[in-house]
């Protein structure tokens, strides 16, 4: 897929899951635009009411040893342009892989 | 990485005057700064006496400084005393009595459930103080919590350690301390 020129015409959720997922090898991305949930609150009132705020769940071996603040500064990191054009807020959810699955199957069956 | 969120570039014409400006919150056991002396005296109402009611011009690049710092050096001092003096602090949009945003809600309604006084500052009162944030501390949006000077997390982090029990371990130090 030619990403030449073609970032600029891209939705902001598919520029996000872009550069979250080449930055950080996710093996979960799950990115959702949750704007309208928002729409009208006083700090975004007069912009405009589209693609303002998402939720981002990472799951990424990336965020190994770091600390809940630390993680969340790289994903605000990556998405710096996005939060100077018109991103208002992230909810984020950020995991390493054993994070999500404490209990690993030491029997590979499949 | 140092953040400058201009969305909005704002033209630098800060003028240093001795009247007050608008009171960015009210909340009994709060701070005093001025301009002049700096000093903090305890029991008084939080207020920049910087005059921030400059209108902010939204205009483009190419006529304004795009991306200077908001976090004066007066600033930062003022946010340093600030979070050394208060042991919770939350920067949040509206006040404590009237949160203006769902996340900062969830912070104020968790630390009230928790009964742990708090210093709560409206960042929606002045922009300098909003995008000066944001430099200080490393962090784009908003709320914003500290605890003993240190900078906790956003919503997302505070409900976390909220549900792990972290939240209410640090409170806990804090207030014995």
């Known amino acids: ?110 | 990485m140092s953040w400058c969120s201009c969305a909005k570039p704002l033209t630098l014409q800060l003028q240093l005057q001795s009247r007050p400006a608008s009171l960015i919150h009210s909340h009994g056991g709060g701070v005093t700064v001025t301009t002049s002396s700096m000093s903090i005296r305890p029991s008084s109402p939080l207020v920049f006496t910087h005059n921030f009611h400059f209108q902010p011009k939204l205009k483009r690049a190419s006529t304004s400084i795009r991306c200077s710092s908001a976090l004066t050096p007066q600033l930062k001092s003022t946010l340093d005393k600030v979070i050394a003096t208060n042991k919770v602090v939350l920067f949040m949009k509206g006040t404590k009595d009237f949160p203006q945003c769902g996340f900062s809600n969830t912070v104020v309604q968790i630390l009230k459930s928790l009964n742990v006084p708090f210093e709560a500052i409206n960042i929606l009162e002045n922009d300098m103080l909003r995008q000066g944030l944001k430099e200080y501390s490393s962090w784009p949006t908003f709320p914003q919590l500290y605890i003993e000077g240190e900078f906790f997390g956003g919503c997302d982090i505070t409900v976390e350690a909220y549900q792990n029990g972290q939240l209410q371990e640090l409170l806990e130090k804090a207030m014995l301390s």
């Open chain 1, 1 to 110: 897929m030619s990403s030449r020129g073609a970032a600029a015409v891209l939705s902001r959720a598919s520029r996000i899951r872009s550069k979250l997922q080449s930055a950080l090898e996710a093996t979960v991305l799950e990115v959702d635009d949750v704007s309208h949930q928002h729409a009208g609150h006083a700090a975004v009132r007069g912009s405009s009411d589209m693609e303002t705020h998402f939720n981002v769940k990472i799951v990424s071996p990336k965020f190994e040893g770091q600390s809940l603040v630390k993680r969340h500064r790289i994903v605000y990191d990556l998405l710096a342009d996005e939060l100077q054009s018109g991103l208002h807020a992230l909810s984020i959810v950020a995991k390493t892989p054993r994070e999500t699955n404490p209990n690993p199957n030491p029997n590979p069956a499949d």
